[in-house]
């Protein structure tokens, strides 16, 4: 993946979201209309690049740590617009825009050096679901944290308001539904490539982590559910450790060796 086009993208897309994001946020309603449409404008941005990229490696974009926040913009972006044209909360879309954004930044700070080759393992045809189930579930689950943070802001500083924690379940239930695929997928793949359906490496015991700590939240919500600051509380702390598995595992002197972290 070259540098420059992802810089020309990115600020193409970045720009179609300032300007979208203002128009949203216009008192004149007759710019909010083209605001979600220029909003939209910068998704179709970085999904064209991704399959830009995906023609020149030949491959799908999903083996490196860069090329996976590639998908969590996209994705998490995706989710932001889509969710604002369902429950129309603006924070909401600005939120899920400025993590987008700051994932673009931390890919056109640390550029990759991005190459066609695919590991054996990985030419599976259990690759692409397994990874991009996983990335749809980041996304809808990163997005609640989003949702988490805002309604503790609302919940301690401001009056509560019951819509929040109703959207927070949304996004967990389709969040955890995804989750759940890619478990299974990745059990099936692992079946198939190594003989084995499950072998504790580190990357899959915090998997299994983060699964059951967005379990005990659909748990709690459904057994107490007038427990709202609490149910806040585990999707803010869940959130820290899907972000451990998913790239902080990479760091952690257990993870050496593991046939999960990102090359």
Same mark, same amino acid.
């Given at each position: 993946?070259? @540098? ?22 216009? =008192?004149?309603?007759?710019? @909010? ?14 999904? $064209? ?15 490196? #740590?860069?090329?996976? =926040? ?9 989710? %932001? ?16 825009? #400025?993590?987008? &954004? ?15 080759? &695919? ?32 309604? &503790? ?11 929040i924690i109703l ?11 995804? &989750?759940?695929? %890619? ?26 982590l983060t699964w ?14 007038? @427990?709202?600051?609490? %149910?806040?509380?585990? $999707?803010? #702390?869940?959130?820290?450790i899907l972000v451990?598995?998913?790239? %902080? ?15």
């Open positions: 993946m070259d @540098r420059i086009n992802f810089l020309i993208f990115a600020i193409i897309a970045a720009l179609f979201w300032i300007a979208g994001i203002s128009f949203v946020y216009s =008192r004149k309603k007759a710019l @909010r209309t083209p605001g979600i449409i220029l909003v939209f404008s910068g998704v179709i941005a970085i999904a $064209l690049f991704i399959f830009i990229i995906w023609l020149k490696l030949e491959r799908p974009p999903l083996r490196t #740590l860069g090329e996976t =926040r590639l998908w969590y913009v996209f994705l998490l972006s995706l989710a %932001g617009t889509v969710f604002f044209l369902r429950w129309k909360y603006k924070w909401f879309l600005t939120y899920s825009i #400025l993590m987008a &954004l700051v994932f673009m930044l931390i890919n056109i700070i640390h550029p990759e050096a991005f190459d066609r080759t &695919l590991l054996p393992a990985l030419q599976s045809p259990w690759f692409i679901p397994h990874v991009v189930v996983y990335i749809l579930g980041y996304a809808l689950l990163g997005a609640s944290a989003i949702v988490a943070i805002y309604g &503790l802001f609302r919940h301690y500083v401001h009056n509560f308001d019951n819509k959207l927070a379940d949304n996004l967990v239930y389709q969040g955890f539904a995804f &989750l759940t695929l %890619g478990l299974l997928f990745g059990a099936i793949w692992a079946k198939q490539a190594w003989g084995h359906y499950w072998t504790w490496d580190p990357k899959e015991t915090w998997a299994f059951l700590c967005y379990l005990i939240y659909i748990h709690l919500r459904y057994y107490h559910p007038a @427990r709202i600051r609490g %149910g806040l509380w585990i $999707l803010s #702390l869940a959130f820290i451990i598995a998913w790239f %902080g595992i990479n760091y952690l002197p257990a993870a050496k060796g593991s046939i999960h972290t990102y090359s």
